[in-house]
C-alpha cells in the first residue's frame, strides 16, 4: 500500500485500496461534528460494504478535543468494543482529528493500524504525513505526543470545497512555509497567489508540492533532532500564543510566527517574502499576545529547546533554511527589545 494515495473518490480508495486489503474486522471512524454532519454517513455506508464492524466516535470542533479527556474517551469506546490489535482507526477530519486519533491509535494496545483521511487544506498540506501526533496540555500545544506513521494517508481535494474561507487560508500558511523552506518553482508559485479562488485553482499542485518536501525531509529525520525542526519554522513563536490568543487558529500562528521571527534574525527580503505572502490574502501578521507572561511560559516548552538554548528556525535565502542555536537568556531579550 501507498503511504500517501492522491484520489478524487476517497470512499472508493478507502474501501477497495485500503480496507479491503486490510486484516481488521472492526474498523472506527473518529471524525468531528463539522466535517462528520457532511461526511460521515456517506463514509459509513462504503465502508460497511466491506464486511466490516463499523464504529464511530464524533468529537467537538476544535483545538479543545486535543485532550487527554477525549483522548480517555476514545480508548475506552474502542476497549468497550475489544478493538483488538489487528483492528484500525480512521481519522476523518482535519488536523486536530488526524493528531488525536494518531495519539490514540499509537498507544492503543500499544499500536494499532491508523489510516488517514484529511479533509482540511492543513490536513492535507501537513499533518497527515510525518507522524507527528499530539495532545495539548492546558494551554501548552503539543505537549503530549508519538512519532508514529499512519499505514496511509488518503487525499481527495474535492473535500476543500466545503472548507470556510478562513480554514484555507489557515491551511494555506503551513504551503507558504513549505514553499519557502523549499524554494524554486514552488516559492514562485506562491509568490503568484493572492485570492481564495487561487488557491482552489491550484490546490492539487500545491498539496503535492508540500508533501514531497515534507515527506523527503521526514524521510531522512523522523524522530525531529536534524532536518525536520526545518518544518517547525514559524512554530516557535506560533505556538506560544497559539492557545493564549482564542481569536487564532493554528496556520494564522505560525504565519504570525514566521513573520516576527524574520523581523528579528532574517534578512529584508524574507521579511518581504513573508509579509507579501500573507498580506495577500489578509493574514495576520502580529497579536497582542506576543510577550506576555503567558508567551514567555510557553516558549520554554517548545520541542527545540534543549537546556539553557533553543534551535530556531531560520530562513537566511529562500530555499535554504537554517538553525540557529541561542541562549534562552538572549532570546527573551531579543523578543523584549521588539515589544
Ligand atoms: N501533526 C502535524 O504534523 C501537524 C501539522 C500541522 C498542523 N497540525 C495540527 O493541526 C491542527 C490544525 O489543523 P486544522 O486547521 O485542520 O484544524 P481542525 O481539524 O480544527 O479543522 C479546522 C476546521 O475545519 C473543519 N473542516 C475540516 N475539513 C472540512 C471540510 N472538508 N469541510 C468543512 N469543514 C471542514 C473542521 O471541522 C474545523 O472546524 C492543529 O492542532 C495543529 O497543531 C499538526
Ligand atoms: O511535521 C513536523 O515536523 C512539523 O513541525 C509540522 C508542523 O506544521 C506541525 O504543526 C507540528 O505538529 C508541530 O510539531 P511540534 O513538534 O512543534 O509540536
Ligand atoms: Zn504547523
Redesign the pocket.
Known amino acids: 500500500m501507498e503511504a500517501v494515495m492522491y484520489t478524487h473518490d476517497y470512499r472508493q480508495t478507502l474501501v477497495t485500496d485500503v480496507i479491503a486489503q486490510f486484516p481488521a474486522q472492526r474498523v472506527f471512524i473518529l471524525t468531528d461534528t463539522q466535517v462528520g454532519a457532511l461526511y460521515l454517513k456517506q463514509t459509513v455506508a462504503a465502508l460497511e460494504t466491506t464486511d466490516r464492524e463499523i464504529h464511530t466516535m464524533t468529537v467537538p470542533v476544535g483545538e479543545g478535543s486535543k485532550s487527554l479527556a477525549t483522548y480517555e474517551q476514545i480508548s475506552q469506546a474502542l476497549a468497550d468494543a475489544h478493538f483488538d490489535r489487528h483492528d484500525a482507526l480512521v481519522s476523518l477530519g482535519g488536523g486536530v482529528i488526524g493528531?488525536l486519533g494518531g495519539y490514540v491509535a499509537s498507544t492503543y494496545k500499544r499500536g494499532i493500524a491508523f489510516i488517514q483521511v484529511p479533509t482540511s487544506f492543513t490536513a492535507q498540506v501537513?499533518?497527515s504525513v510525518?507522524g507527528?501526533t499530539?495532545l495539548n496540555l492546558g494551554s501548552q500545544?503539543?505537549v503530549i505526543?508519538t512519532f508514529y506513521q499512519p499505514v496511509t494517508t488518503i487525499i481527495d481535494s474535492q473535500f476543500l470545497d466545503t472548507l470556510s474561507t478562513r480554514n484555507l487560508l489557515e491551511g494555506y500558511v503551513?504551503t507558504i512555509?513549505m514553499s519557502l523552506l523549499a524554494g524554486g518553482d514552488f516559492a514562485a508559485l506562491t509568490a503568484t497567489i493572492s485570492t481564495p479562488g487561487e488557491i482552489l485553482d491550484h490546490r492539487d499542485a500545491l498539496i503535492k508540492a508540500s508533501i514531497d518536501y515534507?515527506t523527503h525531509i521526514?524521510a531522512g529525520d523522523f524522530k525531529?533532532f536534524g532536518q525536520?525542526k526545518f518544518?517547525?519554522f514559524g512554530?516557535t513563536l506560533g505556538?506560544a500564543i497559539e492557545l493564549a490568543d482564542p481569536d487564532l487558529m493554528?496556520g494564522e500562528a505560525?504565519g504570525i510566527g514566521m513573520f516576527q521571527l524574520a523581523q528579528l534574525l532574517m534578512p529584508i527580503e524574507i521579511q518581504a517574502a513573508i509579509r507579501e505572502r500573507l498580506t495577500a490574502l489578509g493574514l495576520p501578521l502580529s497579536s497582542q499576545y506576543l510577550g506576555t507572561v503567558a508567551f514567555y511560559d510557553n516558549l520554554l516548552n517548545?520541542?527545540k529547546v534543549a537546556g539553557s538554548t533553543i534551535d530556531l528556525v531560520v530562513l537566511p535565502v529562500i530555499g535554504q533554511p537554517a538553525i540557529q542555536t541561542m541562549p534562552l537568556t538572549e532570546f527573551k531579550t531579543l523578543l523584549q527589545s521588539a515589544n
Open positions: 493528531d501537513d499533518s510525518g507527528k499530539a500545544k503539543n505526543g503551513e512555509k515534507k521526514v525531529d525536520r518544518l517547525n512554530h505556538h493554528h505560525v517548545d520541542k
